[in-house]
Nanobody, 124 residues
Framework: QVQLVESGGGLVQAGGSLRLSCAAS????????MGWFRQAPGKEREFVAT????????YYAESVKGRFTISRDNAKNTMYLQMNSLKSEDTAVYCC?????????????????WGQGTQVTVSS
């Protein structure tokens, strides 16, 4: 089993930055594709970004492209999401996820493990 724990969320003004972390335990996830998803109140869960097991391949939602950067440190079994130029519409609970296949994926149904989430609130 893999446990995922997110951290780094908080309250930030529009235009500011936050860096989210997703620490994995229970198993090495260096061969697992991983991703970030978010869910705002009253809305469906939304794909944000995904990264392959090696870190060589990444893919972003159009709404965050150019502002967010996904990365991972396999030596630390940790994934990150650097969020810059934050907007009020980025306010949501951000969850990380891992899949036993090493490829990227934008579909929540293709992920096997999920964290509990961390709240990001952007004030305008």
């Amino acid at each position: 089993q893999v446990q995922l724990v997110e951290s780094g969320g908080g309250l930030v003004q529009a235009g500011g930055s936050l860096r989210l972390s997703c620490a994995a335990s229970g198993r090495t996830v260096s061969s697992y594709g991983m991703g970030w998803f978010r869910q705002a109140p009253g809305k469906e869960r939304e794909f944000v970004a995904t990264i392959s097991g090696s870190g060589a391949f990444t893919y972003y939602a159009e709404s965050v492209k150019g502002r967010f950067t996904i990365s991972r440190d396999n030596a630390k079994n940790t994934m990150y999401l650097q969020m810059n130029s934050l907007k009020s519409e980025d306010t949501a609970v951000y969850c990380c996820a891992a899949r036993t296949r090493s490829y990227t994926s934008t579909s929540p149904s293709e992920y096997d493990y999920w964290g509990q989430g961390t709240q990001v609130t952007v004030s305008s």
